[in-house]
């Protein structure tokens, strides 16, 4: 596609069950990150993918929060027992090289709304 | 802990001024420094990169970078109502992930 993809871009869900986000890179793009954002607030490092090397989860707050990312593509966050806290713009990039040609497309977001 | 601090604002400048927007970061290490704006309600853009001390001009944006001092700032000339928005200052090392400040609101009123 042209842009990075986030799907769904609401998300309205009761407290205690679990949501899955999917973002779709742009193609060929190695390197994918996603964020947090809360109302007013600034960005928040989940998770960032970068080819095949392990993923630096450093930024996911708690064990209920986990991410995939298949065939180097695709990536889905998922958040299980979800909190009222949890609510927020989940928000995905990515981006084709490191250091100076790095620049990161951002996608739309989902918007997660914890009731 | 890597950290990227900005002044939350908001700053509000008059049209036609310039507007300076100023960033500091705590990993030596750092490489690479951008700049992003946000609109409420959007996702982030990239408006400026900087690598290397010194001065990055891109028409009415300027990024200034000292490393020495750990000190990344945003210059907007002629600074005009569509400027205001919430612009993030973030750094990376290469191989690891980029790192956001919290963001500075800009409002420029006419």
């Known amino acids: 596609g042209a842009g990075v993809s986030q799907s769904p871009s609401n998300k309205v869900t009761e407290k205690g069950k679990d949501v899955e986000l999917r973002c779709d890179p742009i193609s060929g793009h190695t390197a994918l990150y996603w964020y947090r954002q809360s109302l007013g607030q600034g960005l928040e490092f989940l998770i960032y993918?970068?080819?095949?090397?392990?993923?630096?989860k450093s930024g996911l707050p708690s064990d209920r929060f986990s991410a995939e990312r298949t065939g180097g593509s695709v990536s889905t966050l998922t958040i299980q027992r979800t909190q009222q806290e949890d609510s927020a713009v989940y928000l995905c990039?990515?981006?084709?090289?490191?250091?100076?040609?790095?620049?990161?497309?951002f996608g739309s977001g989902t918007q997660l709304s914890v009731l | 802990q890597k950290e990227v601090e900005q002044n939350s604002g908001p700053l509000s400048v008059p049209e036609g001024a310039i507007a300076s927007l100023n960033c500091t970061y705590s990993d030596r290490v750092s490489q690479s420094f951008f700049w992003y704006r946000q609109y409420s309600g959007k996702s982030p853009e990239l408006i400026m990169s900087?690598?290397?001390?010194g001065d990055k001009e891109d028409g009415r944006f300027t990024a200034q970078l000292n490393k020495a001092s750990q000190y990344v700032s945003l210059l907007i000339r002629d600074s005009q109502p569509s400027d205001s928005a919430t612009y993030l200052c973030a750094a990376s090392n290469s191989g690891y992930a980029l790192n956001f400040g919290k963001g500075t609101s800009l409002l420029v009123t006419p």
């Open positions: 993918f970068q080819g095949n090397s392990a993923p630096d």
């Open positions: 990039a990515s981006s084709a090289l490191q250091g100076e040609n790095e620049k990161l497309f």
């Open positions: 900087i690598y290397s001390n």
